[in-house]
């Protein structure tokens, strides 16, 4: 088979190669699947900089998710899966022509749905189905921040916050993502780099605070979302994207920014702070991830989760597609298409 493998840490185009591996087989509960395409999520920027710590070390294949055709099933998997398309979600292996995956990681999709959004409900999909409707449920009137907003697991968290009546706060960067979160029907859209956004929102917000905060930052970010955060408020933290720069000294940098937090502080002032790893959830209950990916995919065949797809890059071209969402100026998911 054809997968990109990570060969070192730096630079997408010098350390991603296109090679030829040995075909996997599947293990028992397992499924191997020919893929149409695959999907990028922001640990794979980190992973292959080299900061993302559960991530195998080189020469690997890394990679979350993928949509294709099961080919074949291993043990004890239901024999009706075989030939179905389905999306699934990978521990690493991903970017690869033929990928394995527990059979209960994955989920069917009718022929007709688009490579790109069907892709945006697995991994990003499940993160925020998983944030916003079991871990930190978004209610009515419930004012939310959503960082990254115009980003695969952002627009996601300002559709379902915005589902439920909440008044969002949408944070990102650059004239076509402000557009784009207006469209969406956010209250309030704020320019990172403009504004100093905790300033701009504790003005909006006057003498009210924040129900709740998806951050998906962190470093600085952290202390600012923990004040505005009102009595019974939820920081959600699932991504560090403030860590991506300064290698060793940014990491340090990154942690001490984010400070001490003293649990007694937290209960007294009835706050929460909720940290999300779906890799680590998917070790411990795979089947409450694939029925938050499973729940994503229905919303999005009801027609009121509409994820927002950057075009598709041909196989030949994934470490431009890296490159590209590290940078920051995609607007929703980004995906390869083999």
Known sequence: MKAWQLTAHGEPSKVLSLRELPDPVPKPREVLIRSEGFGLNYADVMAV????????????????????????????????????????????GGYAELACTDHRAVAEVPDGMALGEALSMATQGAT????????APVQRRDRVLVHSAAGGVGQLLTQIALRHGAEVFAVAHG????????????????????????????????????????????????????KLLGSGGRLVLFGGA???????????????????????????????????????????????????????????????????????????????????????NSIGKVAVRW
């Open 49 to 92: 900089k080299g900061l993302y710590r559960d991530a195998p070390p080189p020469p690997c294949v890394i990679g979350y998710e993928t949509l294709g055709r099961v080919e074949r099933c291993g043990e004890g998997v239901p024999a009706e899966l075989l030939g179905k398309r389905v999306l699934a979600m990978t521990r690493f």
């Open 175 to 226: 004239a076509e993502k402000m557009a784009y979160l207006k469209q969406l029907g956010a209250q309030h859209v704020i320019d990172r780099k403009a504004d100093d956004y905790a300033a701009r929102i504790g003005m909006l917000l006057g003498k009210e605070r924040l129900d709740a905060s998806f951050n998906a930052v962190g470093g600085t970010t952290f202390k600012k979302d923990l």
């Open 242 to 328: 403030e860590r991506g720069a300064g290698g060793a000294f940014g990491t340090l940098r990154f942690v001490w920014n984010m400070g001490l937090v003293i649990p007694i502080f937290l209960m007294m002032r009835s706050k929460s702070i909720l940290g999300v790893n779906m890799l680590r959830l998917s070790e411990h209950k795979p089947d409450l991830v694939a029925t938050c990916m499973k729940e994503a995919l229905a919303a999005l065949a009801e027609g009121w989760l509409k994820p927002r797809a950057h075009p598709l890059f041909p196989a030949d071209q994934l470490p431009q597609a890296v490159e590209l969402l590290g940078s920051g």
């Open 128 to 135: 925020a189905w998983y944030m916003a409707m079991v871990a």
